[in-house]
């Protein structure tokens, strides 16, 4: 399976912006369909943003279009979520998701710990 750290969190003031990292070890990073997704206190889990394995056919929860660029670079087996314009009602936990190994042709399911995003209105 794959292990995955999510780094990048902080405080910030609404307008601002942070860049997310999801760093993956173990299996190789590059076979994986990677996701973020948050939860704010009180709330479900829900997906932010979704990347193909290859780079293909990213998907964004349409809160956040046009703020949020998801990307990957398979050579640094890393994930990033870049944040811009950020709202008060962005702040959540926010967590790297793997599920679709393209090597094997079937769903997996492997999260990174979290990494806190507050922002001040």
């Known amino acids: 399976q794959v292990q995955l750290v999510e780094s990048g969190g902080g405080l910030v003031q609404a307008g601002g912006s942070l860049r997310l990292s999801c760093t993956a070890s173990g299996r190789t990073f590059s076979r994986y369909d990677m996701g973020w997704h948050r939860q704010a206190p009180g709330k479900e889990r829900e997906i932010v943003a979704h990347?193909?394995?290859?780079?293909?056919?990213?998907y964004y929860a349409d809160s956040v279009k046009g703020r949020f660029t998801i990307s990957r670079d398979n050579v640094k087996n890393t994930l990033y979520l870049q944040m811009n314009g950020l709202k008060p009602e962005d702040t959540a936990i926010y967590y790297c998701n793997a599920d679709y190994d393209s090597a094997q042709g079937k769903a997996v399911d492997y999260w990174g710990q979290g990494t806190q995003v507050a922002v001040s209105s």
């Open positions: 990347i193909g394995w290859n780079g293909g056919t990213p």
